[in-house]
């Protein structure tokens, strides 16, 4: 981006007119996953392609209380979606235009506690509801007090996202598109969500300074990303997805999902131990949400419902990923804060 400014200066009875260049290095100009709503009561943030659940706490018993409950709204309207967390024994119900609601986490605060939800209209439009749409109840179905400002940045909850991409020989050819969709996907994630990017062959590379395990800021990482990636070798799929789950945050306490996105295109070939079922109680273990896009080659089942998401790329490889791309920035730009008094 080039920001050109003309500067006309006078001096008594000459003049002289010069031209400023400013350039912007490209990894600053960050435009956020956002359009306009004329309603300004109810923002839309962004049509996705596909809904992404960000839950990592749920229980369907609990669910289904609410399910067959009576809980109202404040104003004595039903609601229309609900989610509920089950470590926090908080209930959220909306109303008006939401269809659909997830709560990625509860954090403890000093005042209370911080809720990050996911909201959704029709259409798949993630959306920020009116206050008065929302309603927050305890597991006793007790309702609980909050405040909450739409489109509020999620500043004081931080994210962390893992991004594995796989550069095994068989994805020579794609990694062209592969790091130009990933790329574009980290520039627009907001300042709440923490990044580490690693490649992975017949092993787990990462792409920080020494090969260091920390997560900043996700444009600050791209980077890492300014060296072209070569293919070849093996898989190590199962490998990837570990190290994915194990990412943390340092410094920063959340219970927010530890997001991990794998870009592949062919199962498992190198063995370092790990099996699905280890991977599974791993997966538990560290919170973590699973989503998978798959380029081209895919062997039907064979992460046996490991992953949250899976995408499959079988004709337009630029467009789906940037589809998925687009439903996962989309997704956790969107994610608004509920601010849940003691």
């Not at 009875?13 to 010069?18: I, T």
């Not at 990044?195 to 920390?214: A, E, H, M, P």
């Not at 079988?314 to 804060?337: H, K, M, R």
Request: overall charge neutral; proline content about 3%; glycine content about 8%.
């Amino acid at each position: 981006m080039i920001i050109r400014l003309n500067v006309l200066v006078f001096c008594f009875f000459v003049n002289s007119a010069f031209a400023v260049e400013i350039i912007a290095p490209i990894e600053l100009q960050i435009s956020e996953f956002k359009i306009s709503d004329p309603d300004v009561l109810t923002k839309t943030l962004g049509t996705v392609s596909f809904q992404i659940d960000l839950s990592a706490a749920h229980d369907d018993l609990l669910a289904l209380k609410v399910r067959r409950s009576d809980l109202k709204l404040k104003d004595g309207r039903s609601f229309t979606a609900f989610g509920v967390h089950k470590k926090a024994g908080v209930i959220i119900i909306a109303g008006g235009d939401v269809t659909h609601l997830s709560i990625a986490s509860v954090s403890d605060k000093q005042k209370g506690r911080d809720a990050g939800v996911l909201f959704y209209g029709k259409d798949n439009k993630v959306i920020s509801p009116k206050l008065k749409d929302i309603a927050v109840f305890d597991a006793d179905f007790k309702p609980l007090d909050f405040n909450y400002t739409p489109m509020k940045s999620l500043s004081s909850l931080h994210m962390p996202v893992a991004i594995a991409l796989d550069t095994s020989g068989s994805m020579d050819g794609h990694l062209g598109a592969v790091v130009s969709a990933t790329r574009d996907f980290m520039k627009k994630l907001p300042g709440s969500a923490r990044c580490q990017i690693f490649t992975f062959s017949n092993d787990v590379v990462r792409l920080s300074d020494n090969g260091k395990r920390y997560l900043k800021s996700c444009p600050y990482m791209i980077y890492h990303l300014n060296k072209p990636l070569k293919a070849g070798g093996a898989t190590a799929l199962y490998k990837a997805i570990e190290t994915g789950f194990e990412s943390d945050i340092q410094g920063f306490v959340t219970d927010l999902p530890n997001i991990t996105i794998v870009v592949t295109d062919g199962i498992n070939t190198a063995d370092y131990g790990q099996t699905l079922e280890s991977l599974k109680a791993t997966k538990a273990k560290t919170n973590s949400k699973l989503f998978v896009f798959w380029v081209g080659n895919y062997e039907t089942g064979h992460l046996k419902g490991l992953a949250d998401l899976e995408i499959v790329s079988t004709n337009n490889l630029d467009a789906d990923l940037q589809n998925f791309f687009q439903s996962l920035g989309v997704s956790i730009s969107g994610l608004q804060v509920l601010h849940i008094g003691k």
